[in-house]
């Protein structure tokens, strides 16, 4: 589906504001699986994705990883930590092969300084995350299994999906595991909500792949 929504970084640019940027970023690979940025380090970079999608995990104490959201192409990735010269908060991984524009943290605040008007997009993006992150919260608390992996379906299918003439697929290649830690639950509870909404025809799944068949449906219960 890929329209541009209010987290696509380059999407809000203007033309200038895009050039200034890609002539102070160096284009850096990634392969599936590669950290790109590690929870606890200094924020020495900021990264544009470009090509590829990534997840953002953070660790419990035991070890568990808990997924915090996942980033695509013209998303905008570390920027909090180099805005407040804090440790990282996260960790991101390559979901698959990526590319990414890579800047300086210094160079970042020299892009902010030459084009204030970026100033205002960064600021849309961080606040749209942390009323993400206030909702996730409230989920977790508040709304039953099977609600919360409606909710996060339907998310996947409007950010990640692809129409097709039955419903639409969801292109991010997540695990069940993963998709577990981003609802907050056990991996057997959410096979056994993915079971439900199959069995009510809502969906079908296959080895890391989910269709979406009655995405209204699934909008509906998530409420």
Known sequence: MNATLDHDFLGMLTPEETRALQARGVTRSFRRGAVMLREGEEPTRVLVLTEGRAKAVTFTEDGKEVVLGFMGPGELVGEVAAIETRPRSATVVALE????LALAASDFWALLEQHPRIWVVV???????????DVQRKEFSGSNIIGRVSRRLVELSDQHGREEEDGVTITLPLSQEELAGWTGASREAVTKALRTLRDLGWIDTGRRSISVRDREALRRFAR
């Open 97 to 100: 092969p990526l590319t990414a």
């Open 123 to 133: 600021h849309r993006i961080v606040i749209r995350r942390l009323r993400l992150a």
